[in-house]
């Protein structure tokens, strides 16, 4: 076994199948281990951005109250513009290019150290995670200025859970805005959110397969923007808050032409129903909904989607 990894590409090939703190653990191991192991945790594994950060420059963090009692950790990068060369930056950004997925939990870094990266992208040229495709932000909106870094054009994965969307109509310091700005090529996103003021649209996201809401606002009209989504195949709508209902009809002469499975739960049964009236889903397949519906109920929703959804194999009320 111990010649085994004594080859790097075998040895690579198993590192592959451990999770990041393993490959941490790997890295103290030896040398020949430790530049395998930190590639592939940064190329294949999920990694902080604090972590990320880091390897730019030593990281301060004090406690900052916010509203009320609560308080956040506000990290400062302890560096300047003068101590950074063009050599630090191009080998700091040889291990940005590496990372594919990335997260942040909480983490807010101050806003002048976020200027301090635009200066540095500005100055030396390079964009910050040319190789992102996938994001994962947990927290509140004190974190958005360091959530901007990692909104870049080669996104097509964002999950979101928090307050994120408080104050989205701010122009172009609302979380929505900057994604309509800066990744328009996401296919996968899961908002979770409590405090969206409006509910959002999604047509901005013509190339969206699968999205999850959950908790926020939800209107008619963003019902209908799914309509400009034509590759949307997976639907799930959950504790939402159906707003500004202005007819019995929803989705009337709305078409989900590439939608196979459609989740509703945990929402009033009038308001799902509003939806889906008039709506043509073609290709749907499977249909989930909350479990209060009686049998009357079903056996009409049953005999309506024959229909509007001719390919309907299959129903469940849960």
């Not at 200066?119 to 947990?138: D, R």
């Amino acid at each position: 076994m111990e010649h085994f990894f004594l080859i790097p590409e075998l040895r690579r090939m198993v590192f592959m199948f451990l999770h990041s703190k393993d490959l941490i653990n790997c890295a103290h191991v030896c040398r020949g281990w430790k530049d395998d192991a930190l590639d592939v945790r940064w190329r294949f594994c999920t990694v902080d951005l604090i972590d990320v950060l880091a390897q730019l420059a030593p990281l301060h963090m004090e406690e900052v109250w916010e509203e009320g009692d609560q308080f956040c950790q506000l990290y400062t990068l302890q560096t300047n513009l003068a101590e950074i060369g063009q050599e630090d930056w191009d080998e700091f950004l040889k291990l940005t290019a590496k990372v594919h997925v990335i997260s942040t939990i909480f983490f807010v870094l101050n806003p002048d150290s976020v200027e301090l990266i635009h200066e540095l992208v500005k100055t030396y040229g390079c964009p910050l995670f040319p190789n992102l495709t996938s994001f994962e932000m947990l927290g509140y909106h004190p974190m958005l200025p360091s959530v901007s870094l990692c909104l870049v054009p080669g996104l097509t994965s964002i999950k979101m859970k928090g307050d994120f969307l408080r104050g989205q109509e701010d122009g172009s310091n609302g979380i929505l805005a900057q994604l309509l700005t800066n990744c328009t090529n996401i296919k996968y996103l899961d908002m979770e959110t409590t405090c969206a003021t409006s509910g959002p649209t999604f047509d901005a996201f013509p190339a969206l397969r699968v999205l999850s809401y959950r908790f926020g606002k939800f209107s008619t009209e963003s019902w209908r923007s799914l309509g400009k989504c034509t590759d949307l195949f997976e639907l799930e709508l959950v504790g939402i808050e159906l707003q500004e209902i202005s007819h019995r009809r929803g989705g009337e002469g709305l078409e989900l032409r590439s939608l196979r499975e459609l989740r509703i739960s945990r929402i009033r049964k009038r308001n799902a129903l509003i939806l889906l009236a008039g709506t043509r889903m073609p290709v749907l397949q499977k249909l989930l909904m909350g479990k209060d519906f009686t049998e009357e109920e079903r056996k009409d929703l049953s005999d309506r989607s024959a229909d509007l959804c001719p390919q309907l194999k299959w129903i469940e009320f849960c």
